[in-house]
């Protein structure tokens, strides 16, 4: 299982992130707002979002590093074919890493996005490589 973060697995284009915004379909947690969109074919693609009406940039930077985070102990799980942006909350500012994954974990089993080998919302599971 591989738990790094390249370039291959995120979305990196403007236009990526603004067919997952226009054309995707939500959901939204406590902490986090997941929009999503499910392609044809190709690896699974993800992206992070903070707001800028929502933070200063010290917080969107802190937001952002607490997003990829999550998202990254969550790719390797991803369907084959689904784009998806993670987007913080106001209120997932102050959270920490843990709380953003549980949330990010939930919102993505509830829409049937992750494999059924998923072995649940485990946050030390890239530490048991194996």
């Given at each position: 299982m591989d738990f790094?973060?390249?370039?291959?697995?995120?979305?990196?284009?403007?236009?990526?992130?603004?067919?997952?915004?226009?054309?995707?379909?939500r959901d939204s947690g406590a902490l986090v707002r997941l929009l999503y969109v499910t392609k044809a074919e190709g690896p699974a693609q993800v992206g992070v979002a903070v707001g800028k009406k929502i933070a200063c940039g010290a917080q969107r930077v802190r937001g952002r590093r607490v997003l990829r985070e999550a998202a990254r102990r969550l790719l390797p799980w991803v369907k084959d074919g689904v784009w998806f942006v993670a987007?913080?909350?106001?209120?997932?500012?102050?959270?920490?890493?843990?709380?953003?994954?549980?949330?990010l974990a939930a919102c993505m089993k509830r829409r049937g996005l992750l494999t059924k080998d998923w072995p649940g919302a485990d946050w030390g599971v890239d530490s048991k490589r194996g």
């Open positions: 790094g973060f390249s370039s291959a697995g995120r979305l990196k284009k403007g236009w990526q992130f603004d067919f997952v915004f226009r054309t995707g379909r987007s913080l909350r106001e209120n997932g500012l102050e959270a920490n890493a843990r709380d953003v994954y549980y949330d």
